[in-house]
């Protein structure tokens, strides 16, 4: 896959969302997911305009190191397992899957938690038998439904209730990388822009 | 109230990790970053690198158990804060033995989770790791949360009996179960009479009166889930001996006592404390084979104790005894 498009891409989205993202954690969180997705992929396209890393390790190397926050390193953990899985000639899903084990264990989320596992949970299957553009479809409609859920883990278990109506900004996060996905390398399908 | 002795500004932590090391410098050698520090010398039958860390606050915790005998590295966070992955990281990979790293976490979320992240970090890199979660805190046990009891006092216990295991040559799934059954066997409780000194304002944390104790307090400065009228000294150990051993599991009737300052409190009460802890365990049917007096696991300069009890197994009783040399604590002969 062309993993320098899908950052690119990626990181242009998150230019895009930040503003959209800030708002929705400010309801459920500390605000400052917009400002982390966006500065990580700032510099992760700097990391690896210098050269010696791929797109994703690149990625990898600035969420889990540099990112602040908790969903931060958490989404580090994503990027650097698709990045093994990619260079041992694995598919993207493969390491999404891998990401998914990881962010688990270390977070203990289920599906139903409000937290980025609702995303890429769904997202993860169906890349298995659609591929990019129904896992990138899946990812948008569990993040969609986060706005129906109530928080169990996470900062926005402090809120209770209160976060409800609108989506858990880190399941959006991972809907756009997705879409970001699905966008290049499906490049004649509709794939809808999450927010 | 006046302001505690720090640096005019900036984080309290970093000329405070210097200070330790150049005070320690036998016996530990610090990275300032990402921070962390390393122990100098270990058993060299130890097959399993020990790692704790945590927030900073509580000296000597952790760094004060890093050591032949006890932790090989530790993280510490700033003040009342989770150590970023990134520290747990460097310093598991400086300890990490010819069979791993094994974790020291107290049962706190941002602990969990960056301890954790260094973990799957480690395993990528062909490290294997196991983690031991210390969840002492009889005051924070509920079937309502998640998130369990607080990891308090019971960490040194747990600590000084894994160095002493793991210096048996034990590998790390076999050290991973025995800290399991550490931090099971252990309860703590803690109560203040005043609030830890804000490092920003200079003033309590939380106010109490004269008359007040808070009963179950946490070591971040977490007020307890309930104040009582302050009884007299006797009866106050009385009853939390009393809600101590009805809340440890079953086990043998020897425990490892620890009498433990919160940071404001005088050995001269800490040894009275003792005196009374000893007693009392007696009349319950307790035998204390085992104990430690001191400041150990702190809240700043909170003016309180905590109590904590360990079940100890006959076959444990060699790790507690087991050599150790340590900024904090020196256990047996030198090694």
Do not use: C
């Not at chain 2, 599991?249 to 009498?259: K, L, M, T």
């Amino acid at each position: 896959m062309n993993q320098e498009a899908v950052l690119r891409t990626f990181a242009r989205a998150a230019e895009d969302a930040h503003a959209a993202l800030t708002e929705l954690d400010q309801r459920s969180g500390d605000g400052d997911f917009g400002d982390n997705l966006r500065g990580g992929l700032r510099e992760a396209v700097a990391r690896f305009d210098a050269g010696g890393t791929s797109a994703f390790g690149a990625l990898g190397e600035v969420f889990l190191d540099e990112v602040g926050g908790t969903s931060g390193p958490l989404l580090g953990l994503l990027f650097t397992e698709i990045a093994q899985a990619l260079d041992r000639g694995g598919s993207f899903g493969d390491g999404a899957r891998a990401g998914l084990a990881a962010i688990q264990r270390v977070g203990e989320a289920q599906v139903g938690d409000r937290t980025l596992v609702d995303a890429l949970s769904p997202a993860v299957d169906a890349f298995a038998t659609g591929g990019f553009v129904a896992a990138a479809a899946a990812a948008k409609k569990g993040a969609d439904h986060t706005a129906e859920l109530r928080a169990r883990m996470g900062r926005a278990s402090y809120v209770g209730d209160r976060a409800k109506g609108e989506p858990d900004p880190g399941a959006v996060g991972i809907a756009v990388l997705f879409w970001a996905a699905a966008t290049v390398e499906s490049p004649d399908a509709a794939v809808e822009k999450p927010l | 109230m006046a302001p505690p002795f720090l640096p005019a500004d900036g984080d309290p932590v970093p000329p405070a990790l210097r200070g330790f090391a150049r005070a320690h410098a036998d016996l530990v050698e610090l990275v300032e970053k990402p921070a962390h520090l390393v122990a100098r010398d270990r058993d060299p039958a130890r097959r399993v690198g020990l790692v704790s860390g945590g927030g900073s606050g509580h000296e000597p915790l952790h760094a004060g158990f890093l050591g032949r005998g006890m932790l090989d590295a530790v993280a510490p966070g700033k003040v009342f804060a989770s150590p970023h992955n990134l520290q747990v990281l460097e310093a598991s990979r400086r300890a990490a033995g010819p069979e791993g790293v094994l974790h020291v976490v107290k049962n706190y979320t941002g602990d969990r989770i960056n301890f954790g992240i260094a973990a799957e970090r480690l395993r990528l890199e062909g490290v294997e790791v196991r983690r031991v979660l210390v969840d002492d805190d009889l005051a924070t046990e509920s079937d309502e949360t998640a998130t369990g009891r607080r990891g308090t006092g019971a960490t040194v216990v747990v600590e000084k009996l894994l160095g002493g295991a793991a210096d048996t040559g034990l590998g790390l799934d076999e050290l991973a179960a025995l800290g399991a059954e550490f931090a099971a066997a252990s309860r703590s409780l803690a109560v203040a009479s005043r609030a830890q000194t804000s490092l920003h304002t200079g003033e309590p944390s939380f106010a109490l009166d004269a008359g007040e104790l808070e009963y179950g307090v946490g070591i971040h400065g977490e007020r307890a889930q309930k104040s009582i009228d302050r009884p007299s000294t006797e009866a106050l150990v009385s009853r939390l001996l009393d809600e101590l051993v009805a809340g440890l599991p079953a086990g043998p009737s020897e425990v490892i006592a620890v009498v433990n300052g919160l940071g404001g409190t005088t050995l001269l009460e800490l040894y009275g404390l003792h005196d009374l802890v000893l007693d009392g365990l007696a009349q319950r049917g307790l035998t204390v084979s085992a104990a430690l007096v001191g400041t150990f696991v702190p809240a700043l300069d909170m003016t309180g104790f905590s109590l904590t009890l360990t079940r100890l197994q006959p076959s444990w009783s060699a790790y507690w005894t087991a050599p150790a040399v340590t900024p904090a604590l020196t256990v047996g002969a030198q090694p």
